[in-house]
C-alpha cells in the first residue's frame, strides 16, 4: 500500500472518530467522585503539606483524585483544567498560578457547569464564582510586624526594616506588603524607610536580591519575609556578615514571617525569629473540601463563598501555648516521633 | 510491510491514530466532543510556534528565544489596548503615565487599539527575529548561543517593563482573537491554518524554500551555488519571531492578560514536537505536514496523560519517556533510510 492510500486511511479513520466517535458526556459516569486537584508547582513546604492534606484526605473518602501539576505555567493548568472538563469531572480543586490566571480558569469551570474551589490564592476579582477559602493575610501580616516592632523597640535606636516581597501577582503577596506596612506606619518614630526587596517567590532570585540591598545597606536590622520558604537565603546571607544571631545577642537581626512552616518553627524554638504569621493549613484544606463536596452533592455548578482563615501570630511570647496551633510544628512533632519510634 | 510503515512520511500521524484508538478503548472521554475541541485548541497556537521554529531548524540553526518573545510582545502589546491598570500594581513603574495610567493603555478604548497592538506585537517579534538572524548570518554567531542570549535578555525586559505584574482587562475583541469563532470555525484555527498554508507555498512552491533547504543541507554548497546565504538565514529568524509573535496574540487571548511569564516552560513542547514531527535538529529536513503531525502527537500525549489517574511525578516522566522513545524511532527511521538509500526530497 502506497504511503498516499495510508494516509487516507489515516484520515478517514480519524474523521470517523470525531464524527461518531464522540460519547455523551453520562456514558461512562461512575458513582465514585472524581475531583481534579490542579495545583501551579510543589516548591515550597506550604504547598507541598497542602497537597498531601488535600489528596490523602480526598482519598480516605474514595474520592478519586487527579492531580495535575502545572510547573508554575498559566497556560498549561489553563488546559489540564480544560481537560478535567471534558473528563466530567464532579469537581475542581485548583491553586492557581496567580489571581488573574485563576480568573479565567474559574470562567471555564462555571461554562462547563462544574463547581470549582480555590485554594489559599484567590482569584484577582469575583467576577467568576468560586469558593474561595484564603487567610486573612493583611492580620496575619501586620500581627506579626507589630510583634517584631515591639521587639526592636527595646532596642531604643531607628530601624531599618526589609521586606522580602512576594510576586505581585500574587494577591497574597500584596496583603501580606499591606499588612508588613500597616505595622511599620504605626511606628513612624521606630522606622527609617523601609527597603523592598522581590522575589517573585523564587529563592534564587531572593538570593541575589538580598545580598545586593545589604551590600547597598548593611545596616538592616529588621527583615520580614513574606514567606517562610525564604528563611533558608535569609540565613545564607546574614551569617557571612556576622548578623545570624539569636534573639538575646548583640547584632541580631529582628525576623518574621508568613506561612507557618516547620523551617520557621525550629528558628523560633532555637530562637533566630521573632514571630510568625500562620495560616491554619489543615482549616483550609478541610474547609475547601468540605465546601466542595457539599456544592457537588447539592449539584451547585456555581457555588459562590469566600471562607477566611484567620490565622494568627506565632511570636516568642505566646510559643508555649499556642504552638501547636502551628501547622509547621505539628508537622515537625510527628515526623520527630516518627523518627524515634 | 511494517519497515515501510516506519519510513512513510504520515508514520507519526499513524503512530498518533494508533495510540489515539488505545487511550480512547481505555478512557472514552478521549474522543468526547469536548475533549476534541480542546484538543484542537490547545494545537493551534503550538503549532503557530513550531512552523516558526521548524524554518530555523531547516536552516540548521535554533531559536531559543521564541519563548521570550512571547514575553515580551504580550506585555507590549496589553499596554497599548488594556482598558484599565490598577494603580495598586502599576503605580511605581516607570512606564506609569507615559505609555499606560489608570485609564488604560495608551490606545485604551480607541477602535485602533486591538489592530496597532497586534501588529506591534508582530512587528517585535520580526524585529528581534531580525536581529537574531542578523547575528547568526553576518557576525557567525553560534545560533543556539545568540538565543539563549536573546531569550534571556528578553525574558528580563519582559519583567522589568511590567515589574512582573499581569495585565489584565484586555479588549473582547482581542480576546475573540484567541476564544473566539467565525461560525463554527474558531478563530485561532483560521489563522493558523493560514499560516500553514502560507509555510507551505514558502517552502515547497517558492525559490525561498529552496534556498533554505539547501543553507541547511550545506551551506558551502548553497554559498557556491549563489543562495544568498545571509539573507536566508535571516529570513528564516524573521519567519520565526513573527511566528513567536503570532502565538504570543494566541495565548495571551486565550489567557486574557498580558504575561511577562509567557512561554516560560513552553520550550520543551515546541522544539519536542518538531523532533517527534520529524524535522531535523541537524538542519535541511522539515515539511509543514510533520510540524502538524508533530503538534497532534505532542497533544494528544499531552492530553491522554491528564485522563489518566496517574501520580503527577509519574505524568512527566511517562512524558519525557515517550518524546525520548519518538526522537529514538526518529533516529531508527534516518538510519534505515540512509541504508536503503531512499532519496529524501527537499520538500
Same mark, same amino acid.
Given at each position: 500500500?502506497?504511503?498516499?492510500?495510508?494516509?487516507?486511511?489515516?484520515?478517514?479513520?480519524?474523521?470517523?472518530?470525531?464524527?461518531?466517535?464522540?460519547?455523551?458526556?453520562?456514558?461512562?459516569?461512575?458513582d465514585q467522585l472524581t475531583i481534579c486537584f490542579a495545583f501551579q508547582d510543589l516548591e515550597t513546604e506550604y504547598w507541598v503539606a497542602a497537597h498531601k492534606a488535600i489528596t490523602e484526605t480526598l482519598k480516605a473518602k474514595n474520592i478519586?483524585?487527579?492531580?495535575?501539576?502545572?510547573?508554575?505555567?498559566?497556560?498549561?493548568?489553563?488546559?489540564?483544567?480544560?481537560?478535567a472538563i471534558a473528563q466530567d469531572v464532579d469537581g475542581i480543586i485548583m491553586i492557581p498560578q496567580d489571581g488573574q490566571s485563576a480568573v479565567t480558569i474559574i470562567g471555564e469551570a462555571n461554562k462547563a457547569g462544574i463547581p470549582i474551589?480555590?485554594?489559599?490564592?484567590?482569584?484577582?476579582?469575583?467576577?467568576?464564582?468560586?469558593?474561595?477559602?484564603?487567610?486573612?493575610?493583611?492580620?496575619?501580616?501586620?500581627?506579626?510586624?507589630?510583634?517584631?516592632?515591639?521587639?526592636?523597640?527595646?532596642?531604643?535606636?531607628?530601624?531599618?526594616?526589609?521586606?522580602?516581597?512576594?510576586?505581585?501577582?500574587?494577591?497574597?503577596?500584596?496583603?501580606?506588603?499591606?499588612?508588613?506596612?500597616?505595622?511599620?506606619?504605626?511606628?513612624?518614630?521606630?522606622?527609617?524607610?523601609?527597603?523592598?526587596?522581590?522575589?517573585?517567590?523564587?529563592?534564587?532570585?531572593?538570593?541575589?536580591?538580598?545580598?545586593?540591598?545589604?551590600?547597598?545597606?548593611?545596616?538592616?536590622?529588621?527583615?520580614?519575609?513574606?514567606?517562610?520558604?525564604?528563611?533558608?537565603?535569609?540565613?545564607?546571607?546574614?551569617?557571612?556578615?556576622?548578623?545570624?544571631?539569636?534573639?538575646?545577642?548583640?547584632?541580631?537581626?529582628?525576623?518574621?514571617?508568613?506561612?507557618?512552616?516547620?523551617?520557621?518553627?525550629?528558628?523560633?524554638?532555637?530562637?533566630?525569629?521573632?514571630?510568625?504569621?500562620?495560616?491554619?493549613?489543615?482549616?483550609?484544606?478541610?474547609?475547601?473540601?468540605?465546601?466542595?463536596?457539599?456544592?457537588?452533592?447539592?449539584?451547585?455548578?456555581?457555588?459562590?463563598?469566600?471562607?477566611?482563615?484567620?490565622?494568627?501570630?506565632?511570636?516568642?511570647?505566646?510559643?508555649?501555648?499556642?504552638?501547636?496551633?502551628?501547622?509547621?510544628?505539628?508537622?515537625?512533632?510527628?515526623?520527630?516521633?516518627?523518627?524515634?519510634? | 510491510?511494517?519497515?515501510?510503515?516506519?519510513?512513510?512520511?504520515?508514520?507519526?500521524?499513524?503512530?498518533?491514530?494508533?495510540?489515539?484508538?488505545?487511550?480512547?478503548?481505555?478512557?472514552?472521554?478521549?474522543?468526547?466532543?469536548?475533549?476534541?475541541?480542546?484538543?484542537?485548541?490547545?494545537?493551534?497556537?503550538?503549532?503557530?510556534?513550531?512552523?516558526?521554529?521548524?524554518?530555523?531548524?531547516?536552516?540548521?540553526?535554533?531559536?531559543?528565544?521564541?519563548?521570550?518573545?512571547?514575553?515580551?510582545?504580550?506585555?507590549?502589546?496589553?499596554?497599548?489596548?488594556?482598558?484599565?491598570?490598577?494603580?495598586?500594581?502599576?503605580?511605581?513603574?516607570?512606564?506609569?503615565?507615559?505609555?499606560?495610567?489608570?485609564?488604560?493603555?495608551?490606545?485604551?478604548?480607541?477602535?485602533?487599539?486591538?489592530?496597532?497592538?497586534?501588529?506591534?506585537?508582530?512587528?517585535?517579534?520580526?524585529?528581534?527575529?531580525?536581529?537574531?538572524?542578523?547575528?547568526?548570518?553576518?557576525?557567525?554567531?553560534?545560533?543556539?548561543?545568540?538565543?539563549?542570549?536573546?531569550?534571556?535578555?528578553?525574558?528580563?525586559?519582559?519583567?522589568?517593563?511590567?515589574?512582573?505584574?499581569?495585565?489584565?482587562?484586555?479588549? !473582547?475583541?482581542?480576546?475573540?482573537?484567541?476564544?473566539?469563532?467565525?461560525?463554527?470555525?474558531?478563530?485561532?484555527?483560521?489563522?493558523?491554518?493560514?499560516?500553514?498554508?502560507?509555510?507551505?507555498?514558502?517552502?515547497?512552491?517558492?525559490?525561498?524554500?529552496?534556498?533554505?533547504?539547501?543553507?541547511?543541507?550545506?551551506?558551502?554548497?548553497?554559498?557556491?551555488?549563489?543562495?544568498?546565504?545571509?539573507?536566508?538565514?535571516?529570513?528564516?529568524?524573521?519567519?520565526?519571531?513573527?511566528?513567536?509573535?503570532?502565538?504570543?496574540?494566541?495565548?495571551?487571548?486565550?489567557?486574557?492578560?498580558?504575561?511577562?511569564?509567557?512561554? /516560560?516552560?513552553?520550550?520543551?513542547?515546541?522544539?519536542?514536537?518538531?523532533?517527534?514531527?520529524?524535522?531535523?535538529?541537524?538542519?535541511?529536513?522539515?515539511?509543514?505536514?510533520?510540524?502538524?503531525?508533530?503538534?497532534?502527537?505532542?497533544?494528544?500525549?499531552?492530553?491522554?496523560?491528564?485522563?489518566?489517574?496517574?501520580?503527577?511525578?509519574?505524568?512527566?516522566?511517562?512524558?519525557?519517556?515517550?518524546?525520548?522513545?519518538?526522537?529514538?524511532?526518529?533516529?531508527?527511521?534516518?538510519?534505515?533510510?540512509? /541504508?536503503?538509500?531512499?532519496? !529524501?526530497?527537499?520538500?
Amino acid at each position: 500500500m502506497g504511503n498516499a492510500k495510508r494516509f487516507i486511511l489515516a484520515v478517514l479513520l480519524v474523521s470517523v472518530l470525531f464524527t461518531n466517535g464522540g460519547c455523551s458526556r453520562k456514558d461512562t459516569k461512575s458513582d465514585q467522585l472524581t475531583i481534579c486537584f490542579a495545583f501551579q508547582d510543589l516548591e515550597t513546604e506550604y504547598w507541598v503539606a497542602a497537597h498531601k492534606a488535600i489528596t490523602e484526605t480526598l482519598k480516605a473518602k474514595n474520592i478519586r483524585v487527579l492531580q495535575r501539576n502545572a510547573h508554575q505555567d498559566a497556560n498549561r493548568q489553563l488546559e489540564q483544567v480544560r481537560d478535567a472538563i471534558a473528563q466530567d469531572v464532579d469537581g475542581i480543586i485548583m491553586i492557581p498560578q496567580d489571581g488573574q490566571s485563576a480568573v479565567t480558569i474559574i470562567g471555564e469551570a462555571n461554562k462547563a457547569g462544574i463547581p470549582i474551589g480555590v485554594f489559599n490564592r484567590p482569584p484577582a476579582d469575583r467576577s467568576n464564582p468560586a469558593l474561595v477559602v484564603v487567610a486573612d493575610n493583611t492580620a496575619i501580616a501586620e500581627d506579626a510586624v507589630a510583634y517584631m516592632a515591639k521587639a526592636a523597640r527595646r532596642l531604643n535606636r531607628k530601624i531599618t526594616p526589609l521586606i522580602l516581597v512576594g510576586d505581585l501577582g500574587d494577591q497574597n503577596s500584596i496583603e501580606r506588603k499591606n499588612g508588613f506596612y500597616n505595622a511599620v506606619n504605626a511606628n513612624p518614630d521606630l522606622f527609617k524607610k523601609p527597603i523592598e526587596v522581590p522575589t517573585k517567590w523564587d529563592a534564587v532570585t531572593t538570593l541575589a536580591n538580598l545580598e545586593a540591598a545589604l551590600q547597598v545597606e548593611p545596616g538592616v536590622d529588621f527583615i520580614f519575609t513574606s514567606s517562610d520558604f525564604l528563611y533558608p537565603q535569609i540565613k545564607a546571607v546574614l551569617e557571612p556578615l556576622g548578623k545570624w544571631k539569636p534573639i538575646g545577642d548583640a547584632g541580631h537581626v529582628i525576623l518574621g514571617g508568613l506561612d507557618g512552616d516547620s523551617t520557621a518553627y525550629k528558628l523560633m524554638r532555637e530562637g533566630y525569629v521573632d514571630a510568625t504569621g500562620v495560616q491554619d493549613l489543615f482549616f483550609e484544606a478541610d474547609a475547601i473540601m468540605k465546601a466542595l463536596i457539599e456544592a457537588i452533592e447539592k449539584d451547585r455548578t456555581k457555588p459562590d463563598k469566600w471562607i477566611q482563615d484567620p490565622g494568627f501570630a506565632l511570636t516568642q511570647e505566646n510559643m508555649a501555648e499556642r504552638q501547636m496551633d502551628m501547622w509547621g510544628c505539628r508537622i515537625l512533632k510527628e515526623a520527630e516521633a516518627g523518627t524515634t519510634k | 510491510m511494517p519497515g515501510g510503515i516506519v519510513l512513510s512520511d504520515h508514520f507519526v500521524l499513524v503512530l498518533t491514530v494508533v495510540y489515539f484508538l488505545l487511550i480512547w478503548s481505555i478512557y472514552p472521554h478521549m474522543a468526547a466532543r469536548r475533549n476534541i475541541a480542546n484538543l484542537f485548541s490547545n494545537v493551534w497556537p503550538l503549532l503557530a510556534l513550531v512552523i516558526g521554529q521548524m524554518f530555523v531548524l531547516i536552516v540548521g540553526g535554533i531559536d531559543l528565544s521564541q519563548t521570550s518573545i512571547m514575553a515580551v510582545t504580550s506585555v507590549l502589546g496589553a499596554m497599548i489596548m488594556a482598558g484599565r491598570f490598577d494603580p495598586a500594581k502599576f503605580e511605581h513603574n516607570p512606564l506609569w503615565g507615559v505609555v499606560f495610567s489608570e485609564q488604560g493603555g495608551l490606545l485604551a478604548g480607541s477602535g485602533w487599539a486591538v489592530p496597532v497592538a497586534i501588529m506591534l506585537m508582530l512587528a517585535v517579534g520580526v524585529g528581534i527575529g531580525f536581529v537574531t538572524g542578523l547575528a547568526v548570518a553576518k557576525l557567525k554567531m553560534p545560533p543556539f548561543m545568540v538565543t539563549l542570549v536573546a531569550m534571556s535578555f528578553f525574558s528580563g525586559l519582559a519583567i522589568y517593563l511590567t515589574r512582573s505584574e499581569n495585565i489584565m482587562h484586555l479588549p !473582547e475583541s482581542f480576546i475573540a482573537v484567541g476564544k473566539g469563532s467565525i461560525g463554527p470555525v474558531p478563530s485561532a484555527m483560521l489563522i493558523v491554518v493560514t499560516l500553514a498554508a502560507l509555510a507551505f507555498v514558502i517552502l515547497n512552491l517558492s525559490i525561498l524554500g529552496r534556498w533554505l533547504y539547501a543553507v541547511g543541507q550545506n551551506i558551502r554548497t548553497a554559498c557556491v551555488s549563489g543562495v544568498p546565504t545571509g539573507r536566508v538565514v535571516i529570513l528564516a529568524y524573521v519567519f520565526s519571531g513573527f511566528c513567536a509573535g503570532l502565538g504570543s496574540i494566541l495565548y495571551s487571548a486565550r489567557l486574557e492578560a498580558g504575561r511577562p511569564t509567557l512561554g /516560560r516552560n513552553l520550550l520543551l513542547d515546541v522544539i519536542g514536537a518538531a523532533v517527534i514531527g520529524g524535522i531535523s535538529l541537524y538542519g535541511g529536513k522539515g515539511r509543514v505536514l510533520a510540524a502538524v503531525y508533530g503538534v497532534l502527537f505532542f497533544v494528544v500525549l499531552d492530553n491522554s496523560l491528564n485522563k489518566m489517574p496517574l501520580e503527577f511525578y509519574s505524568i512527566d516522566i511517562i512524558k519525557g519517556g515517550i518524546i525520548l522513545l519518538a526522537a529514538l524511532l526518529d533516529a531508527l527511521r534516518t538510519r534505515i533510510a540512509s /541504508r536503503q538509500t531512499v532519496p !529524501e526530497g527537499i520538500s
